[in-house]
């Protein structure tokens, strides 16, 4: 298999400036995955079912329970800023 990736494209893409070896050295590493990609669907899976983990995973957190909490008042009786019933805070986007 031969494909040809745009090193550089992809480099513009996420902003990354390369020299000419460092494009030569990717591309060479890029081509090697694909190879490895291309043996890896060679393997008969016919008898696998999917999965999105390798082992199995179980739910580690407590059960969802409604309880007593704070008030609107007592969250926000410590807030340095406060308006209608929110806290109010600092600008962050530009």
Known sequence: ????FDVRYTAQLARLSLTD??????Q???SQV????EKLKQVD?????PTAHSSEMNNVFRADEPRDWFTSKQ???NAPRQANDL????????
């Open 34 to 37: 694909l190879v490895y990609v």
């Open 1 to 4: 298999m031969s494909a040809e």
């Open 75 to 77: 969250a926000l009786s």
């Open 21 to 26: 070896a460092e494009a030569a050295k990717f």
């Open 45 to 49: 899976v016919s008898g696998v079912e």
């Open 87 to 94: 806290f109010v805070v600092t600008k962050v986007i530009e």
């Open 28 to 30: 060479s590493q890029l």
